[in-house]
């Protein structure tokens, strides 16, 4: 088993010839103090937020600093800014899941993208070699689009980007995987599982698939293995680490994360105090290599842990556990937690269940669990409830031929107080 091979690219970034985590942290502490200083320096948001706070001299200081926020970008995006717009490359909107909820603008410069263009090279060279054909089932069209950056950093890899976008057609994408001799794919698990789940046609065998942007199921990993005969890698990312932020490697044991630009903590989200390896809690980040908008101490809603043991890889990069739910997607349904996790890991493995949305709704007084279920093929909507009712016992189940195509993070709608 090869080691990641974000060890040696993050070595060759922090200058030092062997990887240790002490060399690693010893380059974070100084990227975390320039950073500060620069934010404080150039942003008016950071200026005030961290007006009375001290000079870092350990890494375990960054716990007296105080957290920034999806509501700090919402609502003051230009403020964080630490360089004129001029220097601004590309602004990527992000809706809110809310109904009335203000968008999310990050700001993006030609170097912050081009740390994203690095680290995707060197994630996907983990399972990518050069000459393999990779279909890119991403937004790629504009420039600075993240299937655009993903298909630069392939083409630098010695590898053949070909930019498809969201799957909105699975025959005509399949066509395409045979056509073009495709050797892996980058995309959505919903959007690949419509691929793999495609009834009474031969599916072309791959070497590998990424899967990305949102929760992987067992099941749609499982499904998308089976169907295509290939090995199936997870990448936890989102717009505020700079599209990447971590990939698994080849004992995908979880996810090794790119350390030179980011700084990871687990924390207690009522609490706020910092975890020890092994302890569930929310992910935050700091960013230290980005200028145009770095993020302090941001808050990102993901649950997970720091797994304490070493990768079977042998690397001394840390590993993340895949994400377990997001803090704002868990639901009380009779007084039971219900996340879209849970949900993924009951419906998925019924054959025939592509996609669904979640809806709860109060009627009569009482909670239900709505479902719309995309599926293929024949599935008898009794069999959805029966899985759904492991978690709830009021489910209702519509089956639908098709359900809007999304790159957002699928969510349980709540509609309880909303009516």
Known sequence: MRITPLEGWVAEKIQHPKLTRRALEKYQLAKLQAGIQFARAKSPFYRRLLADIPNLS??????????????????????????????????????????????????????????????????????????????????????????????????QLGAVPIKHGPVRDPIATLNIIQKENIAGMVGVPTHVLALARQPYLPMPKLKSVLLTTDHVPNAIKDAVEQAFGCTVYNHYGMTEMGLGGGVECEARHGYHLREADLFVEIIDPATGQILPDGEYGEVVFTTLTRRGMPLIRYRTGDVSRFIPDSCPCGTCLKTLEKVTHRLNGQVMIDGKSITMADLDEALFPLDGVLNFRATVLRENGLDTLQLEVKFIGELEPARVVQAAQTLTSRVTVQLVSDLPTSMAKRAIVDTRGHA
Not at 88 to 103: F, K, M, N
Request: proline share 6%; hydrophobic share 35%; net charge negative.
């Open 58 to 155: 350990q890494l375990s200081d960054l716990a007296q600093l105080p957290f920034t926020t999806a509501d700090d970008i919402r609502q003051q995006p230009l403020q964080l800014l630490c360089v004129s717009q001029d220097e601004i490359h590309r602004v990527v909107t992000l809706d809110s899941s809310g109904t009335t909820g203000q968008p999310k603008r990050l700001y993006f410069t030609p170097d912050d993208q081009q740390l994203t263009i690095d680290f995707f090279r060197v994630g996907m060279s983990t399972f990518t070699n050069p000459n393999d054909r990779i279909l890119i089932l991403l937004p790629g069209e504009s420039a600075g689009s993240v299937g655009d950056l993903l298909a630069t950093a392939l083409q």
